[in-house]
């Protein structure tokens, strides 16, 4: 066993084992001491009857007679009460996981009948928990505002007033929606917004500035647009540039992108995979794997078109009436690029449905 001392007074310390090293000053290394100590700290791991027992870590008083008053430290050590060995036998915790006391004892010895009458008080603390790290805040950096934030609707009510008076639009256009509003703190604060307008029924010619009578039109124009703003300490907006996308005309009949999550994609996808799986002379079902797109146009009734890609599973035909949740795809299969072109005639109930897949060559 490795020991360390580092001495002073009447204290020692002791190694990672729970062995004390010799006393050297004063009353500290008197045996009688250490078997008064010994004895007291004995009794208080047999009084326990949960956790781990302690170990003497340091003598840190002594009384001046037989009948010992002393003072000590303690550390957890590994060993469990239930395990009835000797503190000396047992190793201290970690330090981080180690609970630690301090004992006040009164022992009395009668090395004639050998007996002990031992009176003590133990403060047992506990582990201090870990102190999480968490993330600083930077403050140089933008941060994202909530799109209702008062600034930011009075920055944008200046930036499109702006627009409105020198832009070559002869027509008034309006706040439909904030994409995104950031906030840099400096001397003062910068501000980045995105947002969109759109085309009013106001025309410059009749209105100087937007009113309640201003509403978007369905067929209008929207312009997507970014603008930055300086706001000084006495709270002054001092300055905002802008950029504004070219308006762009809404196409009521132009085909309409679908979300990928939205579940009309999904019973799309299932049919055209039916479908495909029907049709297909492989002899195993195939299963869909990526969207490449989705849209939709609205004629007289609805148009759609997807691509997307399918691959082989590991159930065949001949065991599986149809492709079901159980099916996987297998490793080694290639995918099949696929194409599918769905019009749906609403007043017939009817359905014209094609799909076409192809083997797909993957770019390295």
């Known amino acids: ?41 004995q009794k208080y791991n047999g009084d326990s009857t949960t956790g781990n027992q ?36 047992c190793d201290y915790k970690a330090s981080a996981e180690a609970k630690t006391g301090e004992c006040t004892a009164q022992v009395h010895m009668n090395n004639a009948e050998k007996t002990s009458n031992i009176s003590q008080d133990c403060k047992i603390v506990p582990v201090q928990p870990m102190i999480p790290s968490t993330q600083g805040i930077c403050l140089g950096c933008f941060h994202t505002l909530p799109s209702d934030d008062l600034q930011v609707s009075e920055i944008l009510k200046k930036a499109i007033k702006k627009f409105n008076k020198h832009s070559e639009e002869t027509v008034l256009f309006k706040l439909v929606e904030i994409k995104k509003a950031q906030r840099q703190v400096v001397a003062g604060w910068n501000y980045i917004i995105k947002y969109e307008i759109k085309e009013t029924n106001c025309s410059k010619d009749q209105f100087q500035d937007l009113t309640h009578e201003c509403k978007t039109t369905s067929e209008g124009r929207i312009g997507k647009c970014d603008a930055k703003a300086y706001e000084n300490l006495r709270a002054e907006i001092v300055d905002i540039a802008k950029v504004v ?5 809404v196409c009521p009949d132009c085909p309409r992108t679908i979300p990928i999550d939205s579940a009309e994609l999904k019973e799309l996808l299932k049919i055209s995979v039916e479908k495909f799986n029907l049709e297909t002379n492989d002899d195993v079902y195939y299963q869909a794997t990526d969207i490449e797109s989705a849209t939709v146009q609205v004629v007289a009734g609805q148009n759609y078109n997807l691509v997307f890609f399918v691959k082989k599973t590991n159930c065949s035909k001949k065991e599986f009436e149809k492709l079901n949740e159980d ?38």
């Open 54 to 89: 302690f170990a003497l870590y340091m003598v840190t008083e002594v009384g001046p007679d037989k009948q010992f008053h002393v003072k000590y430290q303690i550390r957890e050590t590994t060993c469990a009460t239930e395990e009835n060995k000797l503190w000396k036998d």
């Open 1 to 41: 066993m490795k020991l360390f001392a580092v001495i002073a007074l009447c204290c020692s310390f002791f190694s990672a084992r729970a062995t004390p090293l010799p006393f050297e000053f004063l009353d500290c290394d008197d045996p009688d001491v250490l078997e008064a100590v010994d004895t007291a700290l």
């Open 245 to 249: 996308n070219p308006p762009t005309q």
């Open 327 to 364: 099916c996987e795809i297998t490793t080694d299969s290639q995918p099949l690029r696929c194409e599918a072109q769905i019009y749906v005639v609403p007043l017939e109930k009817k359905i014209i449905h094609e799909v076409n897949c192809s083997q797909y060559q993957i770019m390295v």
